[in-house]
């Protein structure tokens, strides 16, 4: 079986999966894992300084990080949000103004984007020290045991931020966020977790799914596939080993 089968199959099966559990979850007095994820990110977001980050509006299935993203809103963060120009293109980005429920659904996927009447950010800009990204939620249908991420196959985030992409993410010795991953005498309030100074530095970069979506079997990973250094699920923040 050739890599390309094996993922449209693992998504195939995620997808009906994923289905199967909002059905369930619409069910009155049912605990919906969605709101577990949410919970979990808003935990991540306060035990670590943040200011700004990068995350997505959910579509239907997906981990709904809303409630999170309204309350760092709210707190005075800044959110920025994936716009899709052009199919075949990198991502852009463009920052929330409102809540995210004042978000509109643009484009032929129907995703929740920032008005496009503002300014857009390439991914370089958005990384930049002027920006000083600390956050990265990046929306997965599963991971592979050593972070391999598998997406809904449009290629976007890996065109953007994999390893061959336009602004490879979690490249710079520092810029994982995991524990251990600072610049020597540095602490991650300082400029290595604000991504501003020093070589290789980064935001903290971390996938988003369902805990039971984590080290998928057949998951066959390119070289050019995006890798998660962790992951925030229902069931808690995950470490990938490699």
Request: glycine share 14%; charged share 20%.
């Amino acid at each position: 079986m050739d890599s390309q089968t094996s993922k449209a199959q693992l998504r195939s099966r995620i997808r009906a999966a994923r289905a199967d559990r909002s059905l369930i979850e619409a069910t009155p007095g049912t605990t919906a894992a969605a709101g577990a994820v949410a919970a979990a990110a808003w935990d991540l977001i306060r035990e670590t300084p943040v200011r700004s980050l990068l995350a997505y509006a959910a579509l239907p299935g997906e981990p709904d990080l809303d409630p999170a993203l309204d309350q760092f809103l709210a707190s005075g963060g800044t959110v920025y949000l994936p716009v899709v120009t052009k199919v075949g293109e990198p991502l852009m980005f463009g920052q929330v103004t409102g809540s995210m429920a004042s978000l509109r659904p643009q484009g032929r996927w129907g995703i929740r984007e920032p008005a496009r009447d503002g300014e857009l950010l390439t991914a370089a800009q958005l990384l930049s020290p002027t920006i000083g990204l600390d956050l990265v939620f990046v929306p997965a249908l599963g991971f592979g045991t050593d972070g391999a991420r598998l997406g809904n196959g449009g290629g976007f985030y890996d065109r953007t931020f994999g390893p061959h992409g336009a602004e490879p993410l979690g490249s710079g010795l520092f810029g994982s966020g995991l524990p251990g991953s600072e610049p020597p005498g540095s602490e991650r309030n300082g400029s290595a977790a604000s991504g501003s100074e020093a070589p290789g530095s980064g935001p903290r970069v971390v996938g988003v799914c369902f805990a039971y979506e984590l080290n998928l079997k057949g998951l066959a990973a390119e070289v050019w596939d995006l890798r998660i250094p962790e992951a925030v699920t229902d069931d808690g923040t995950h470490i990938f080993t490699a």
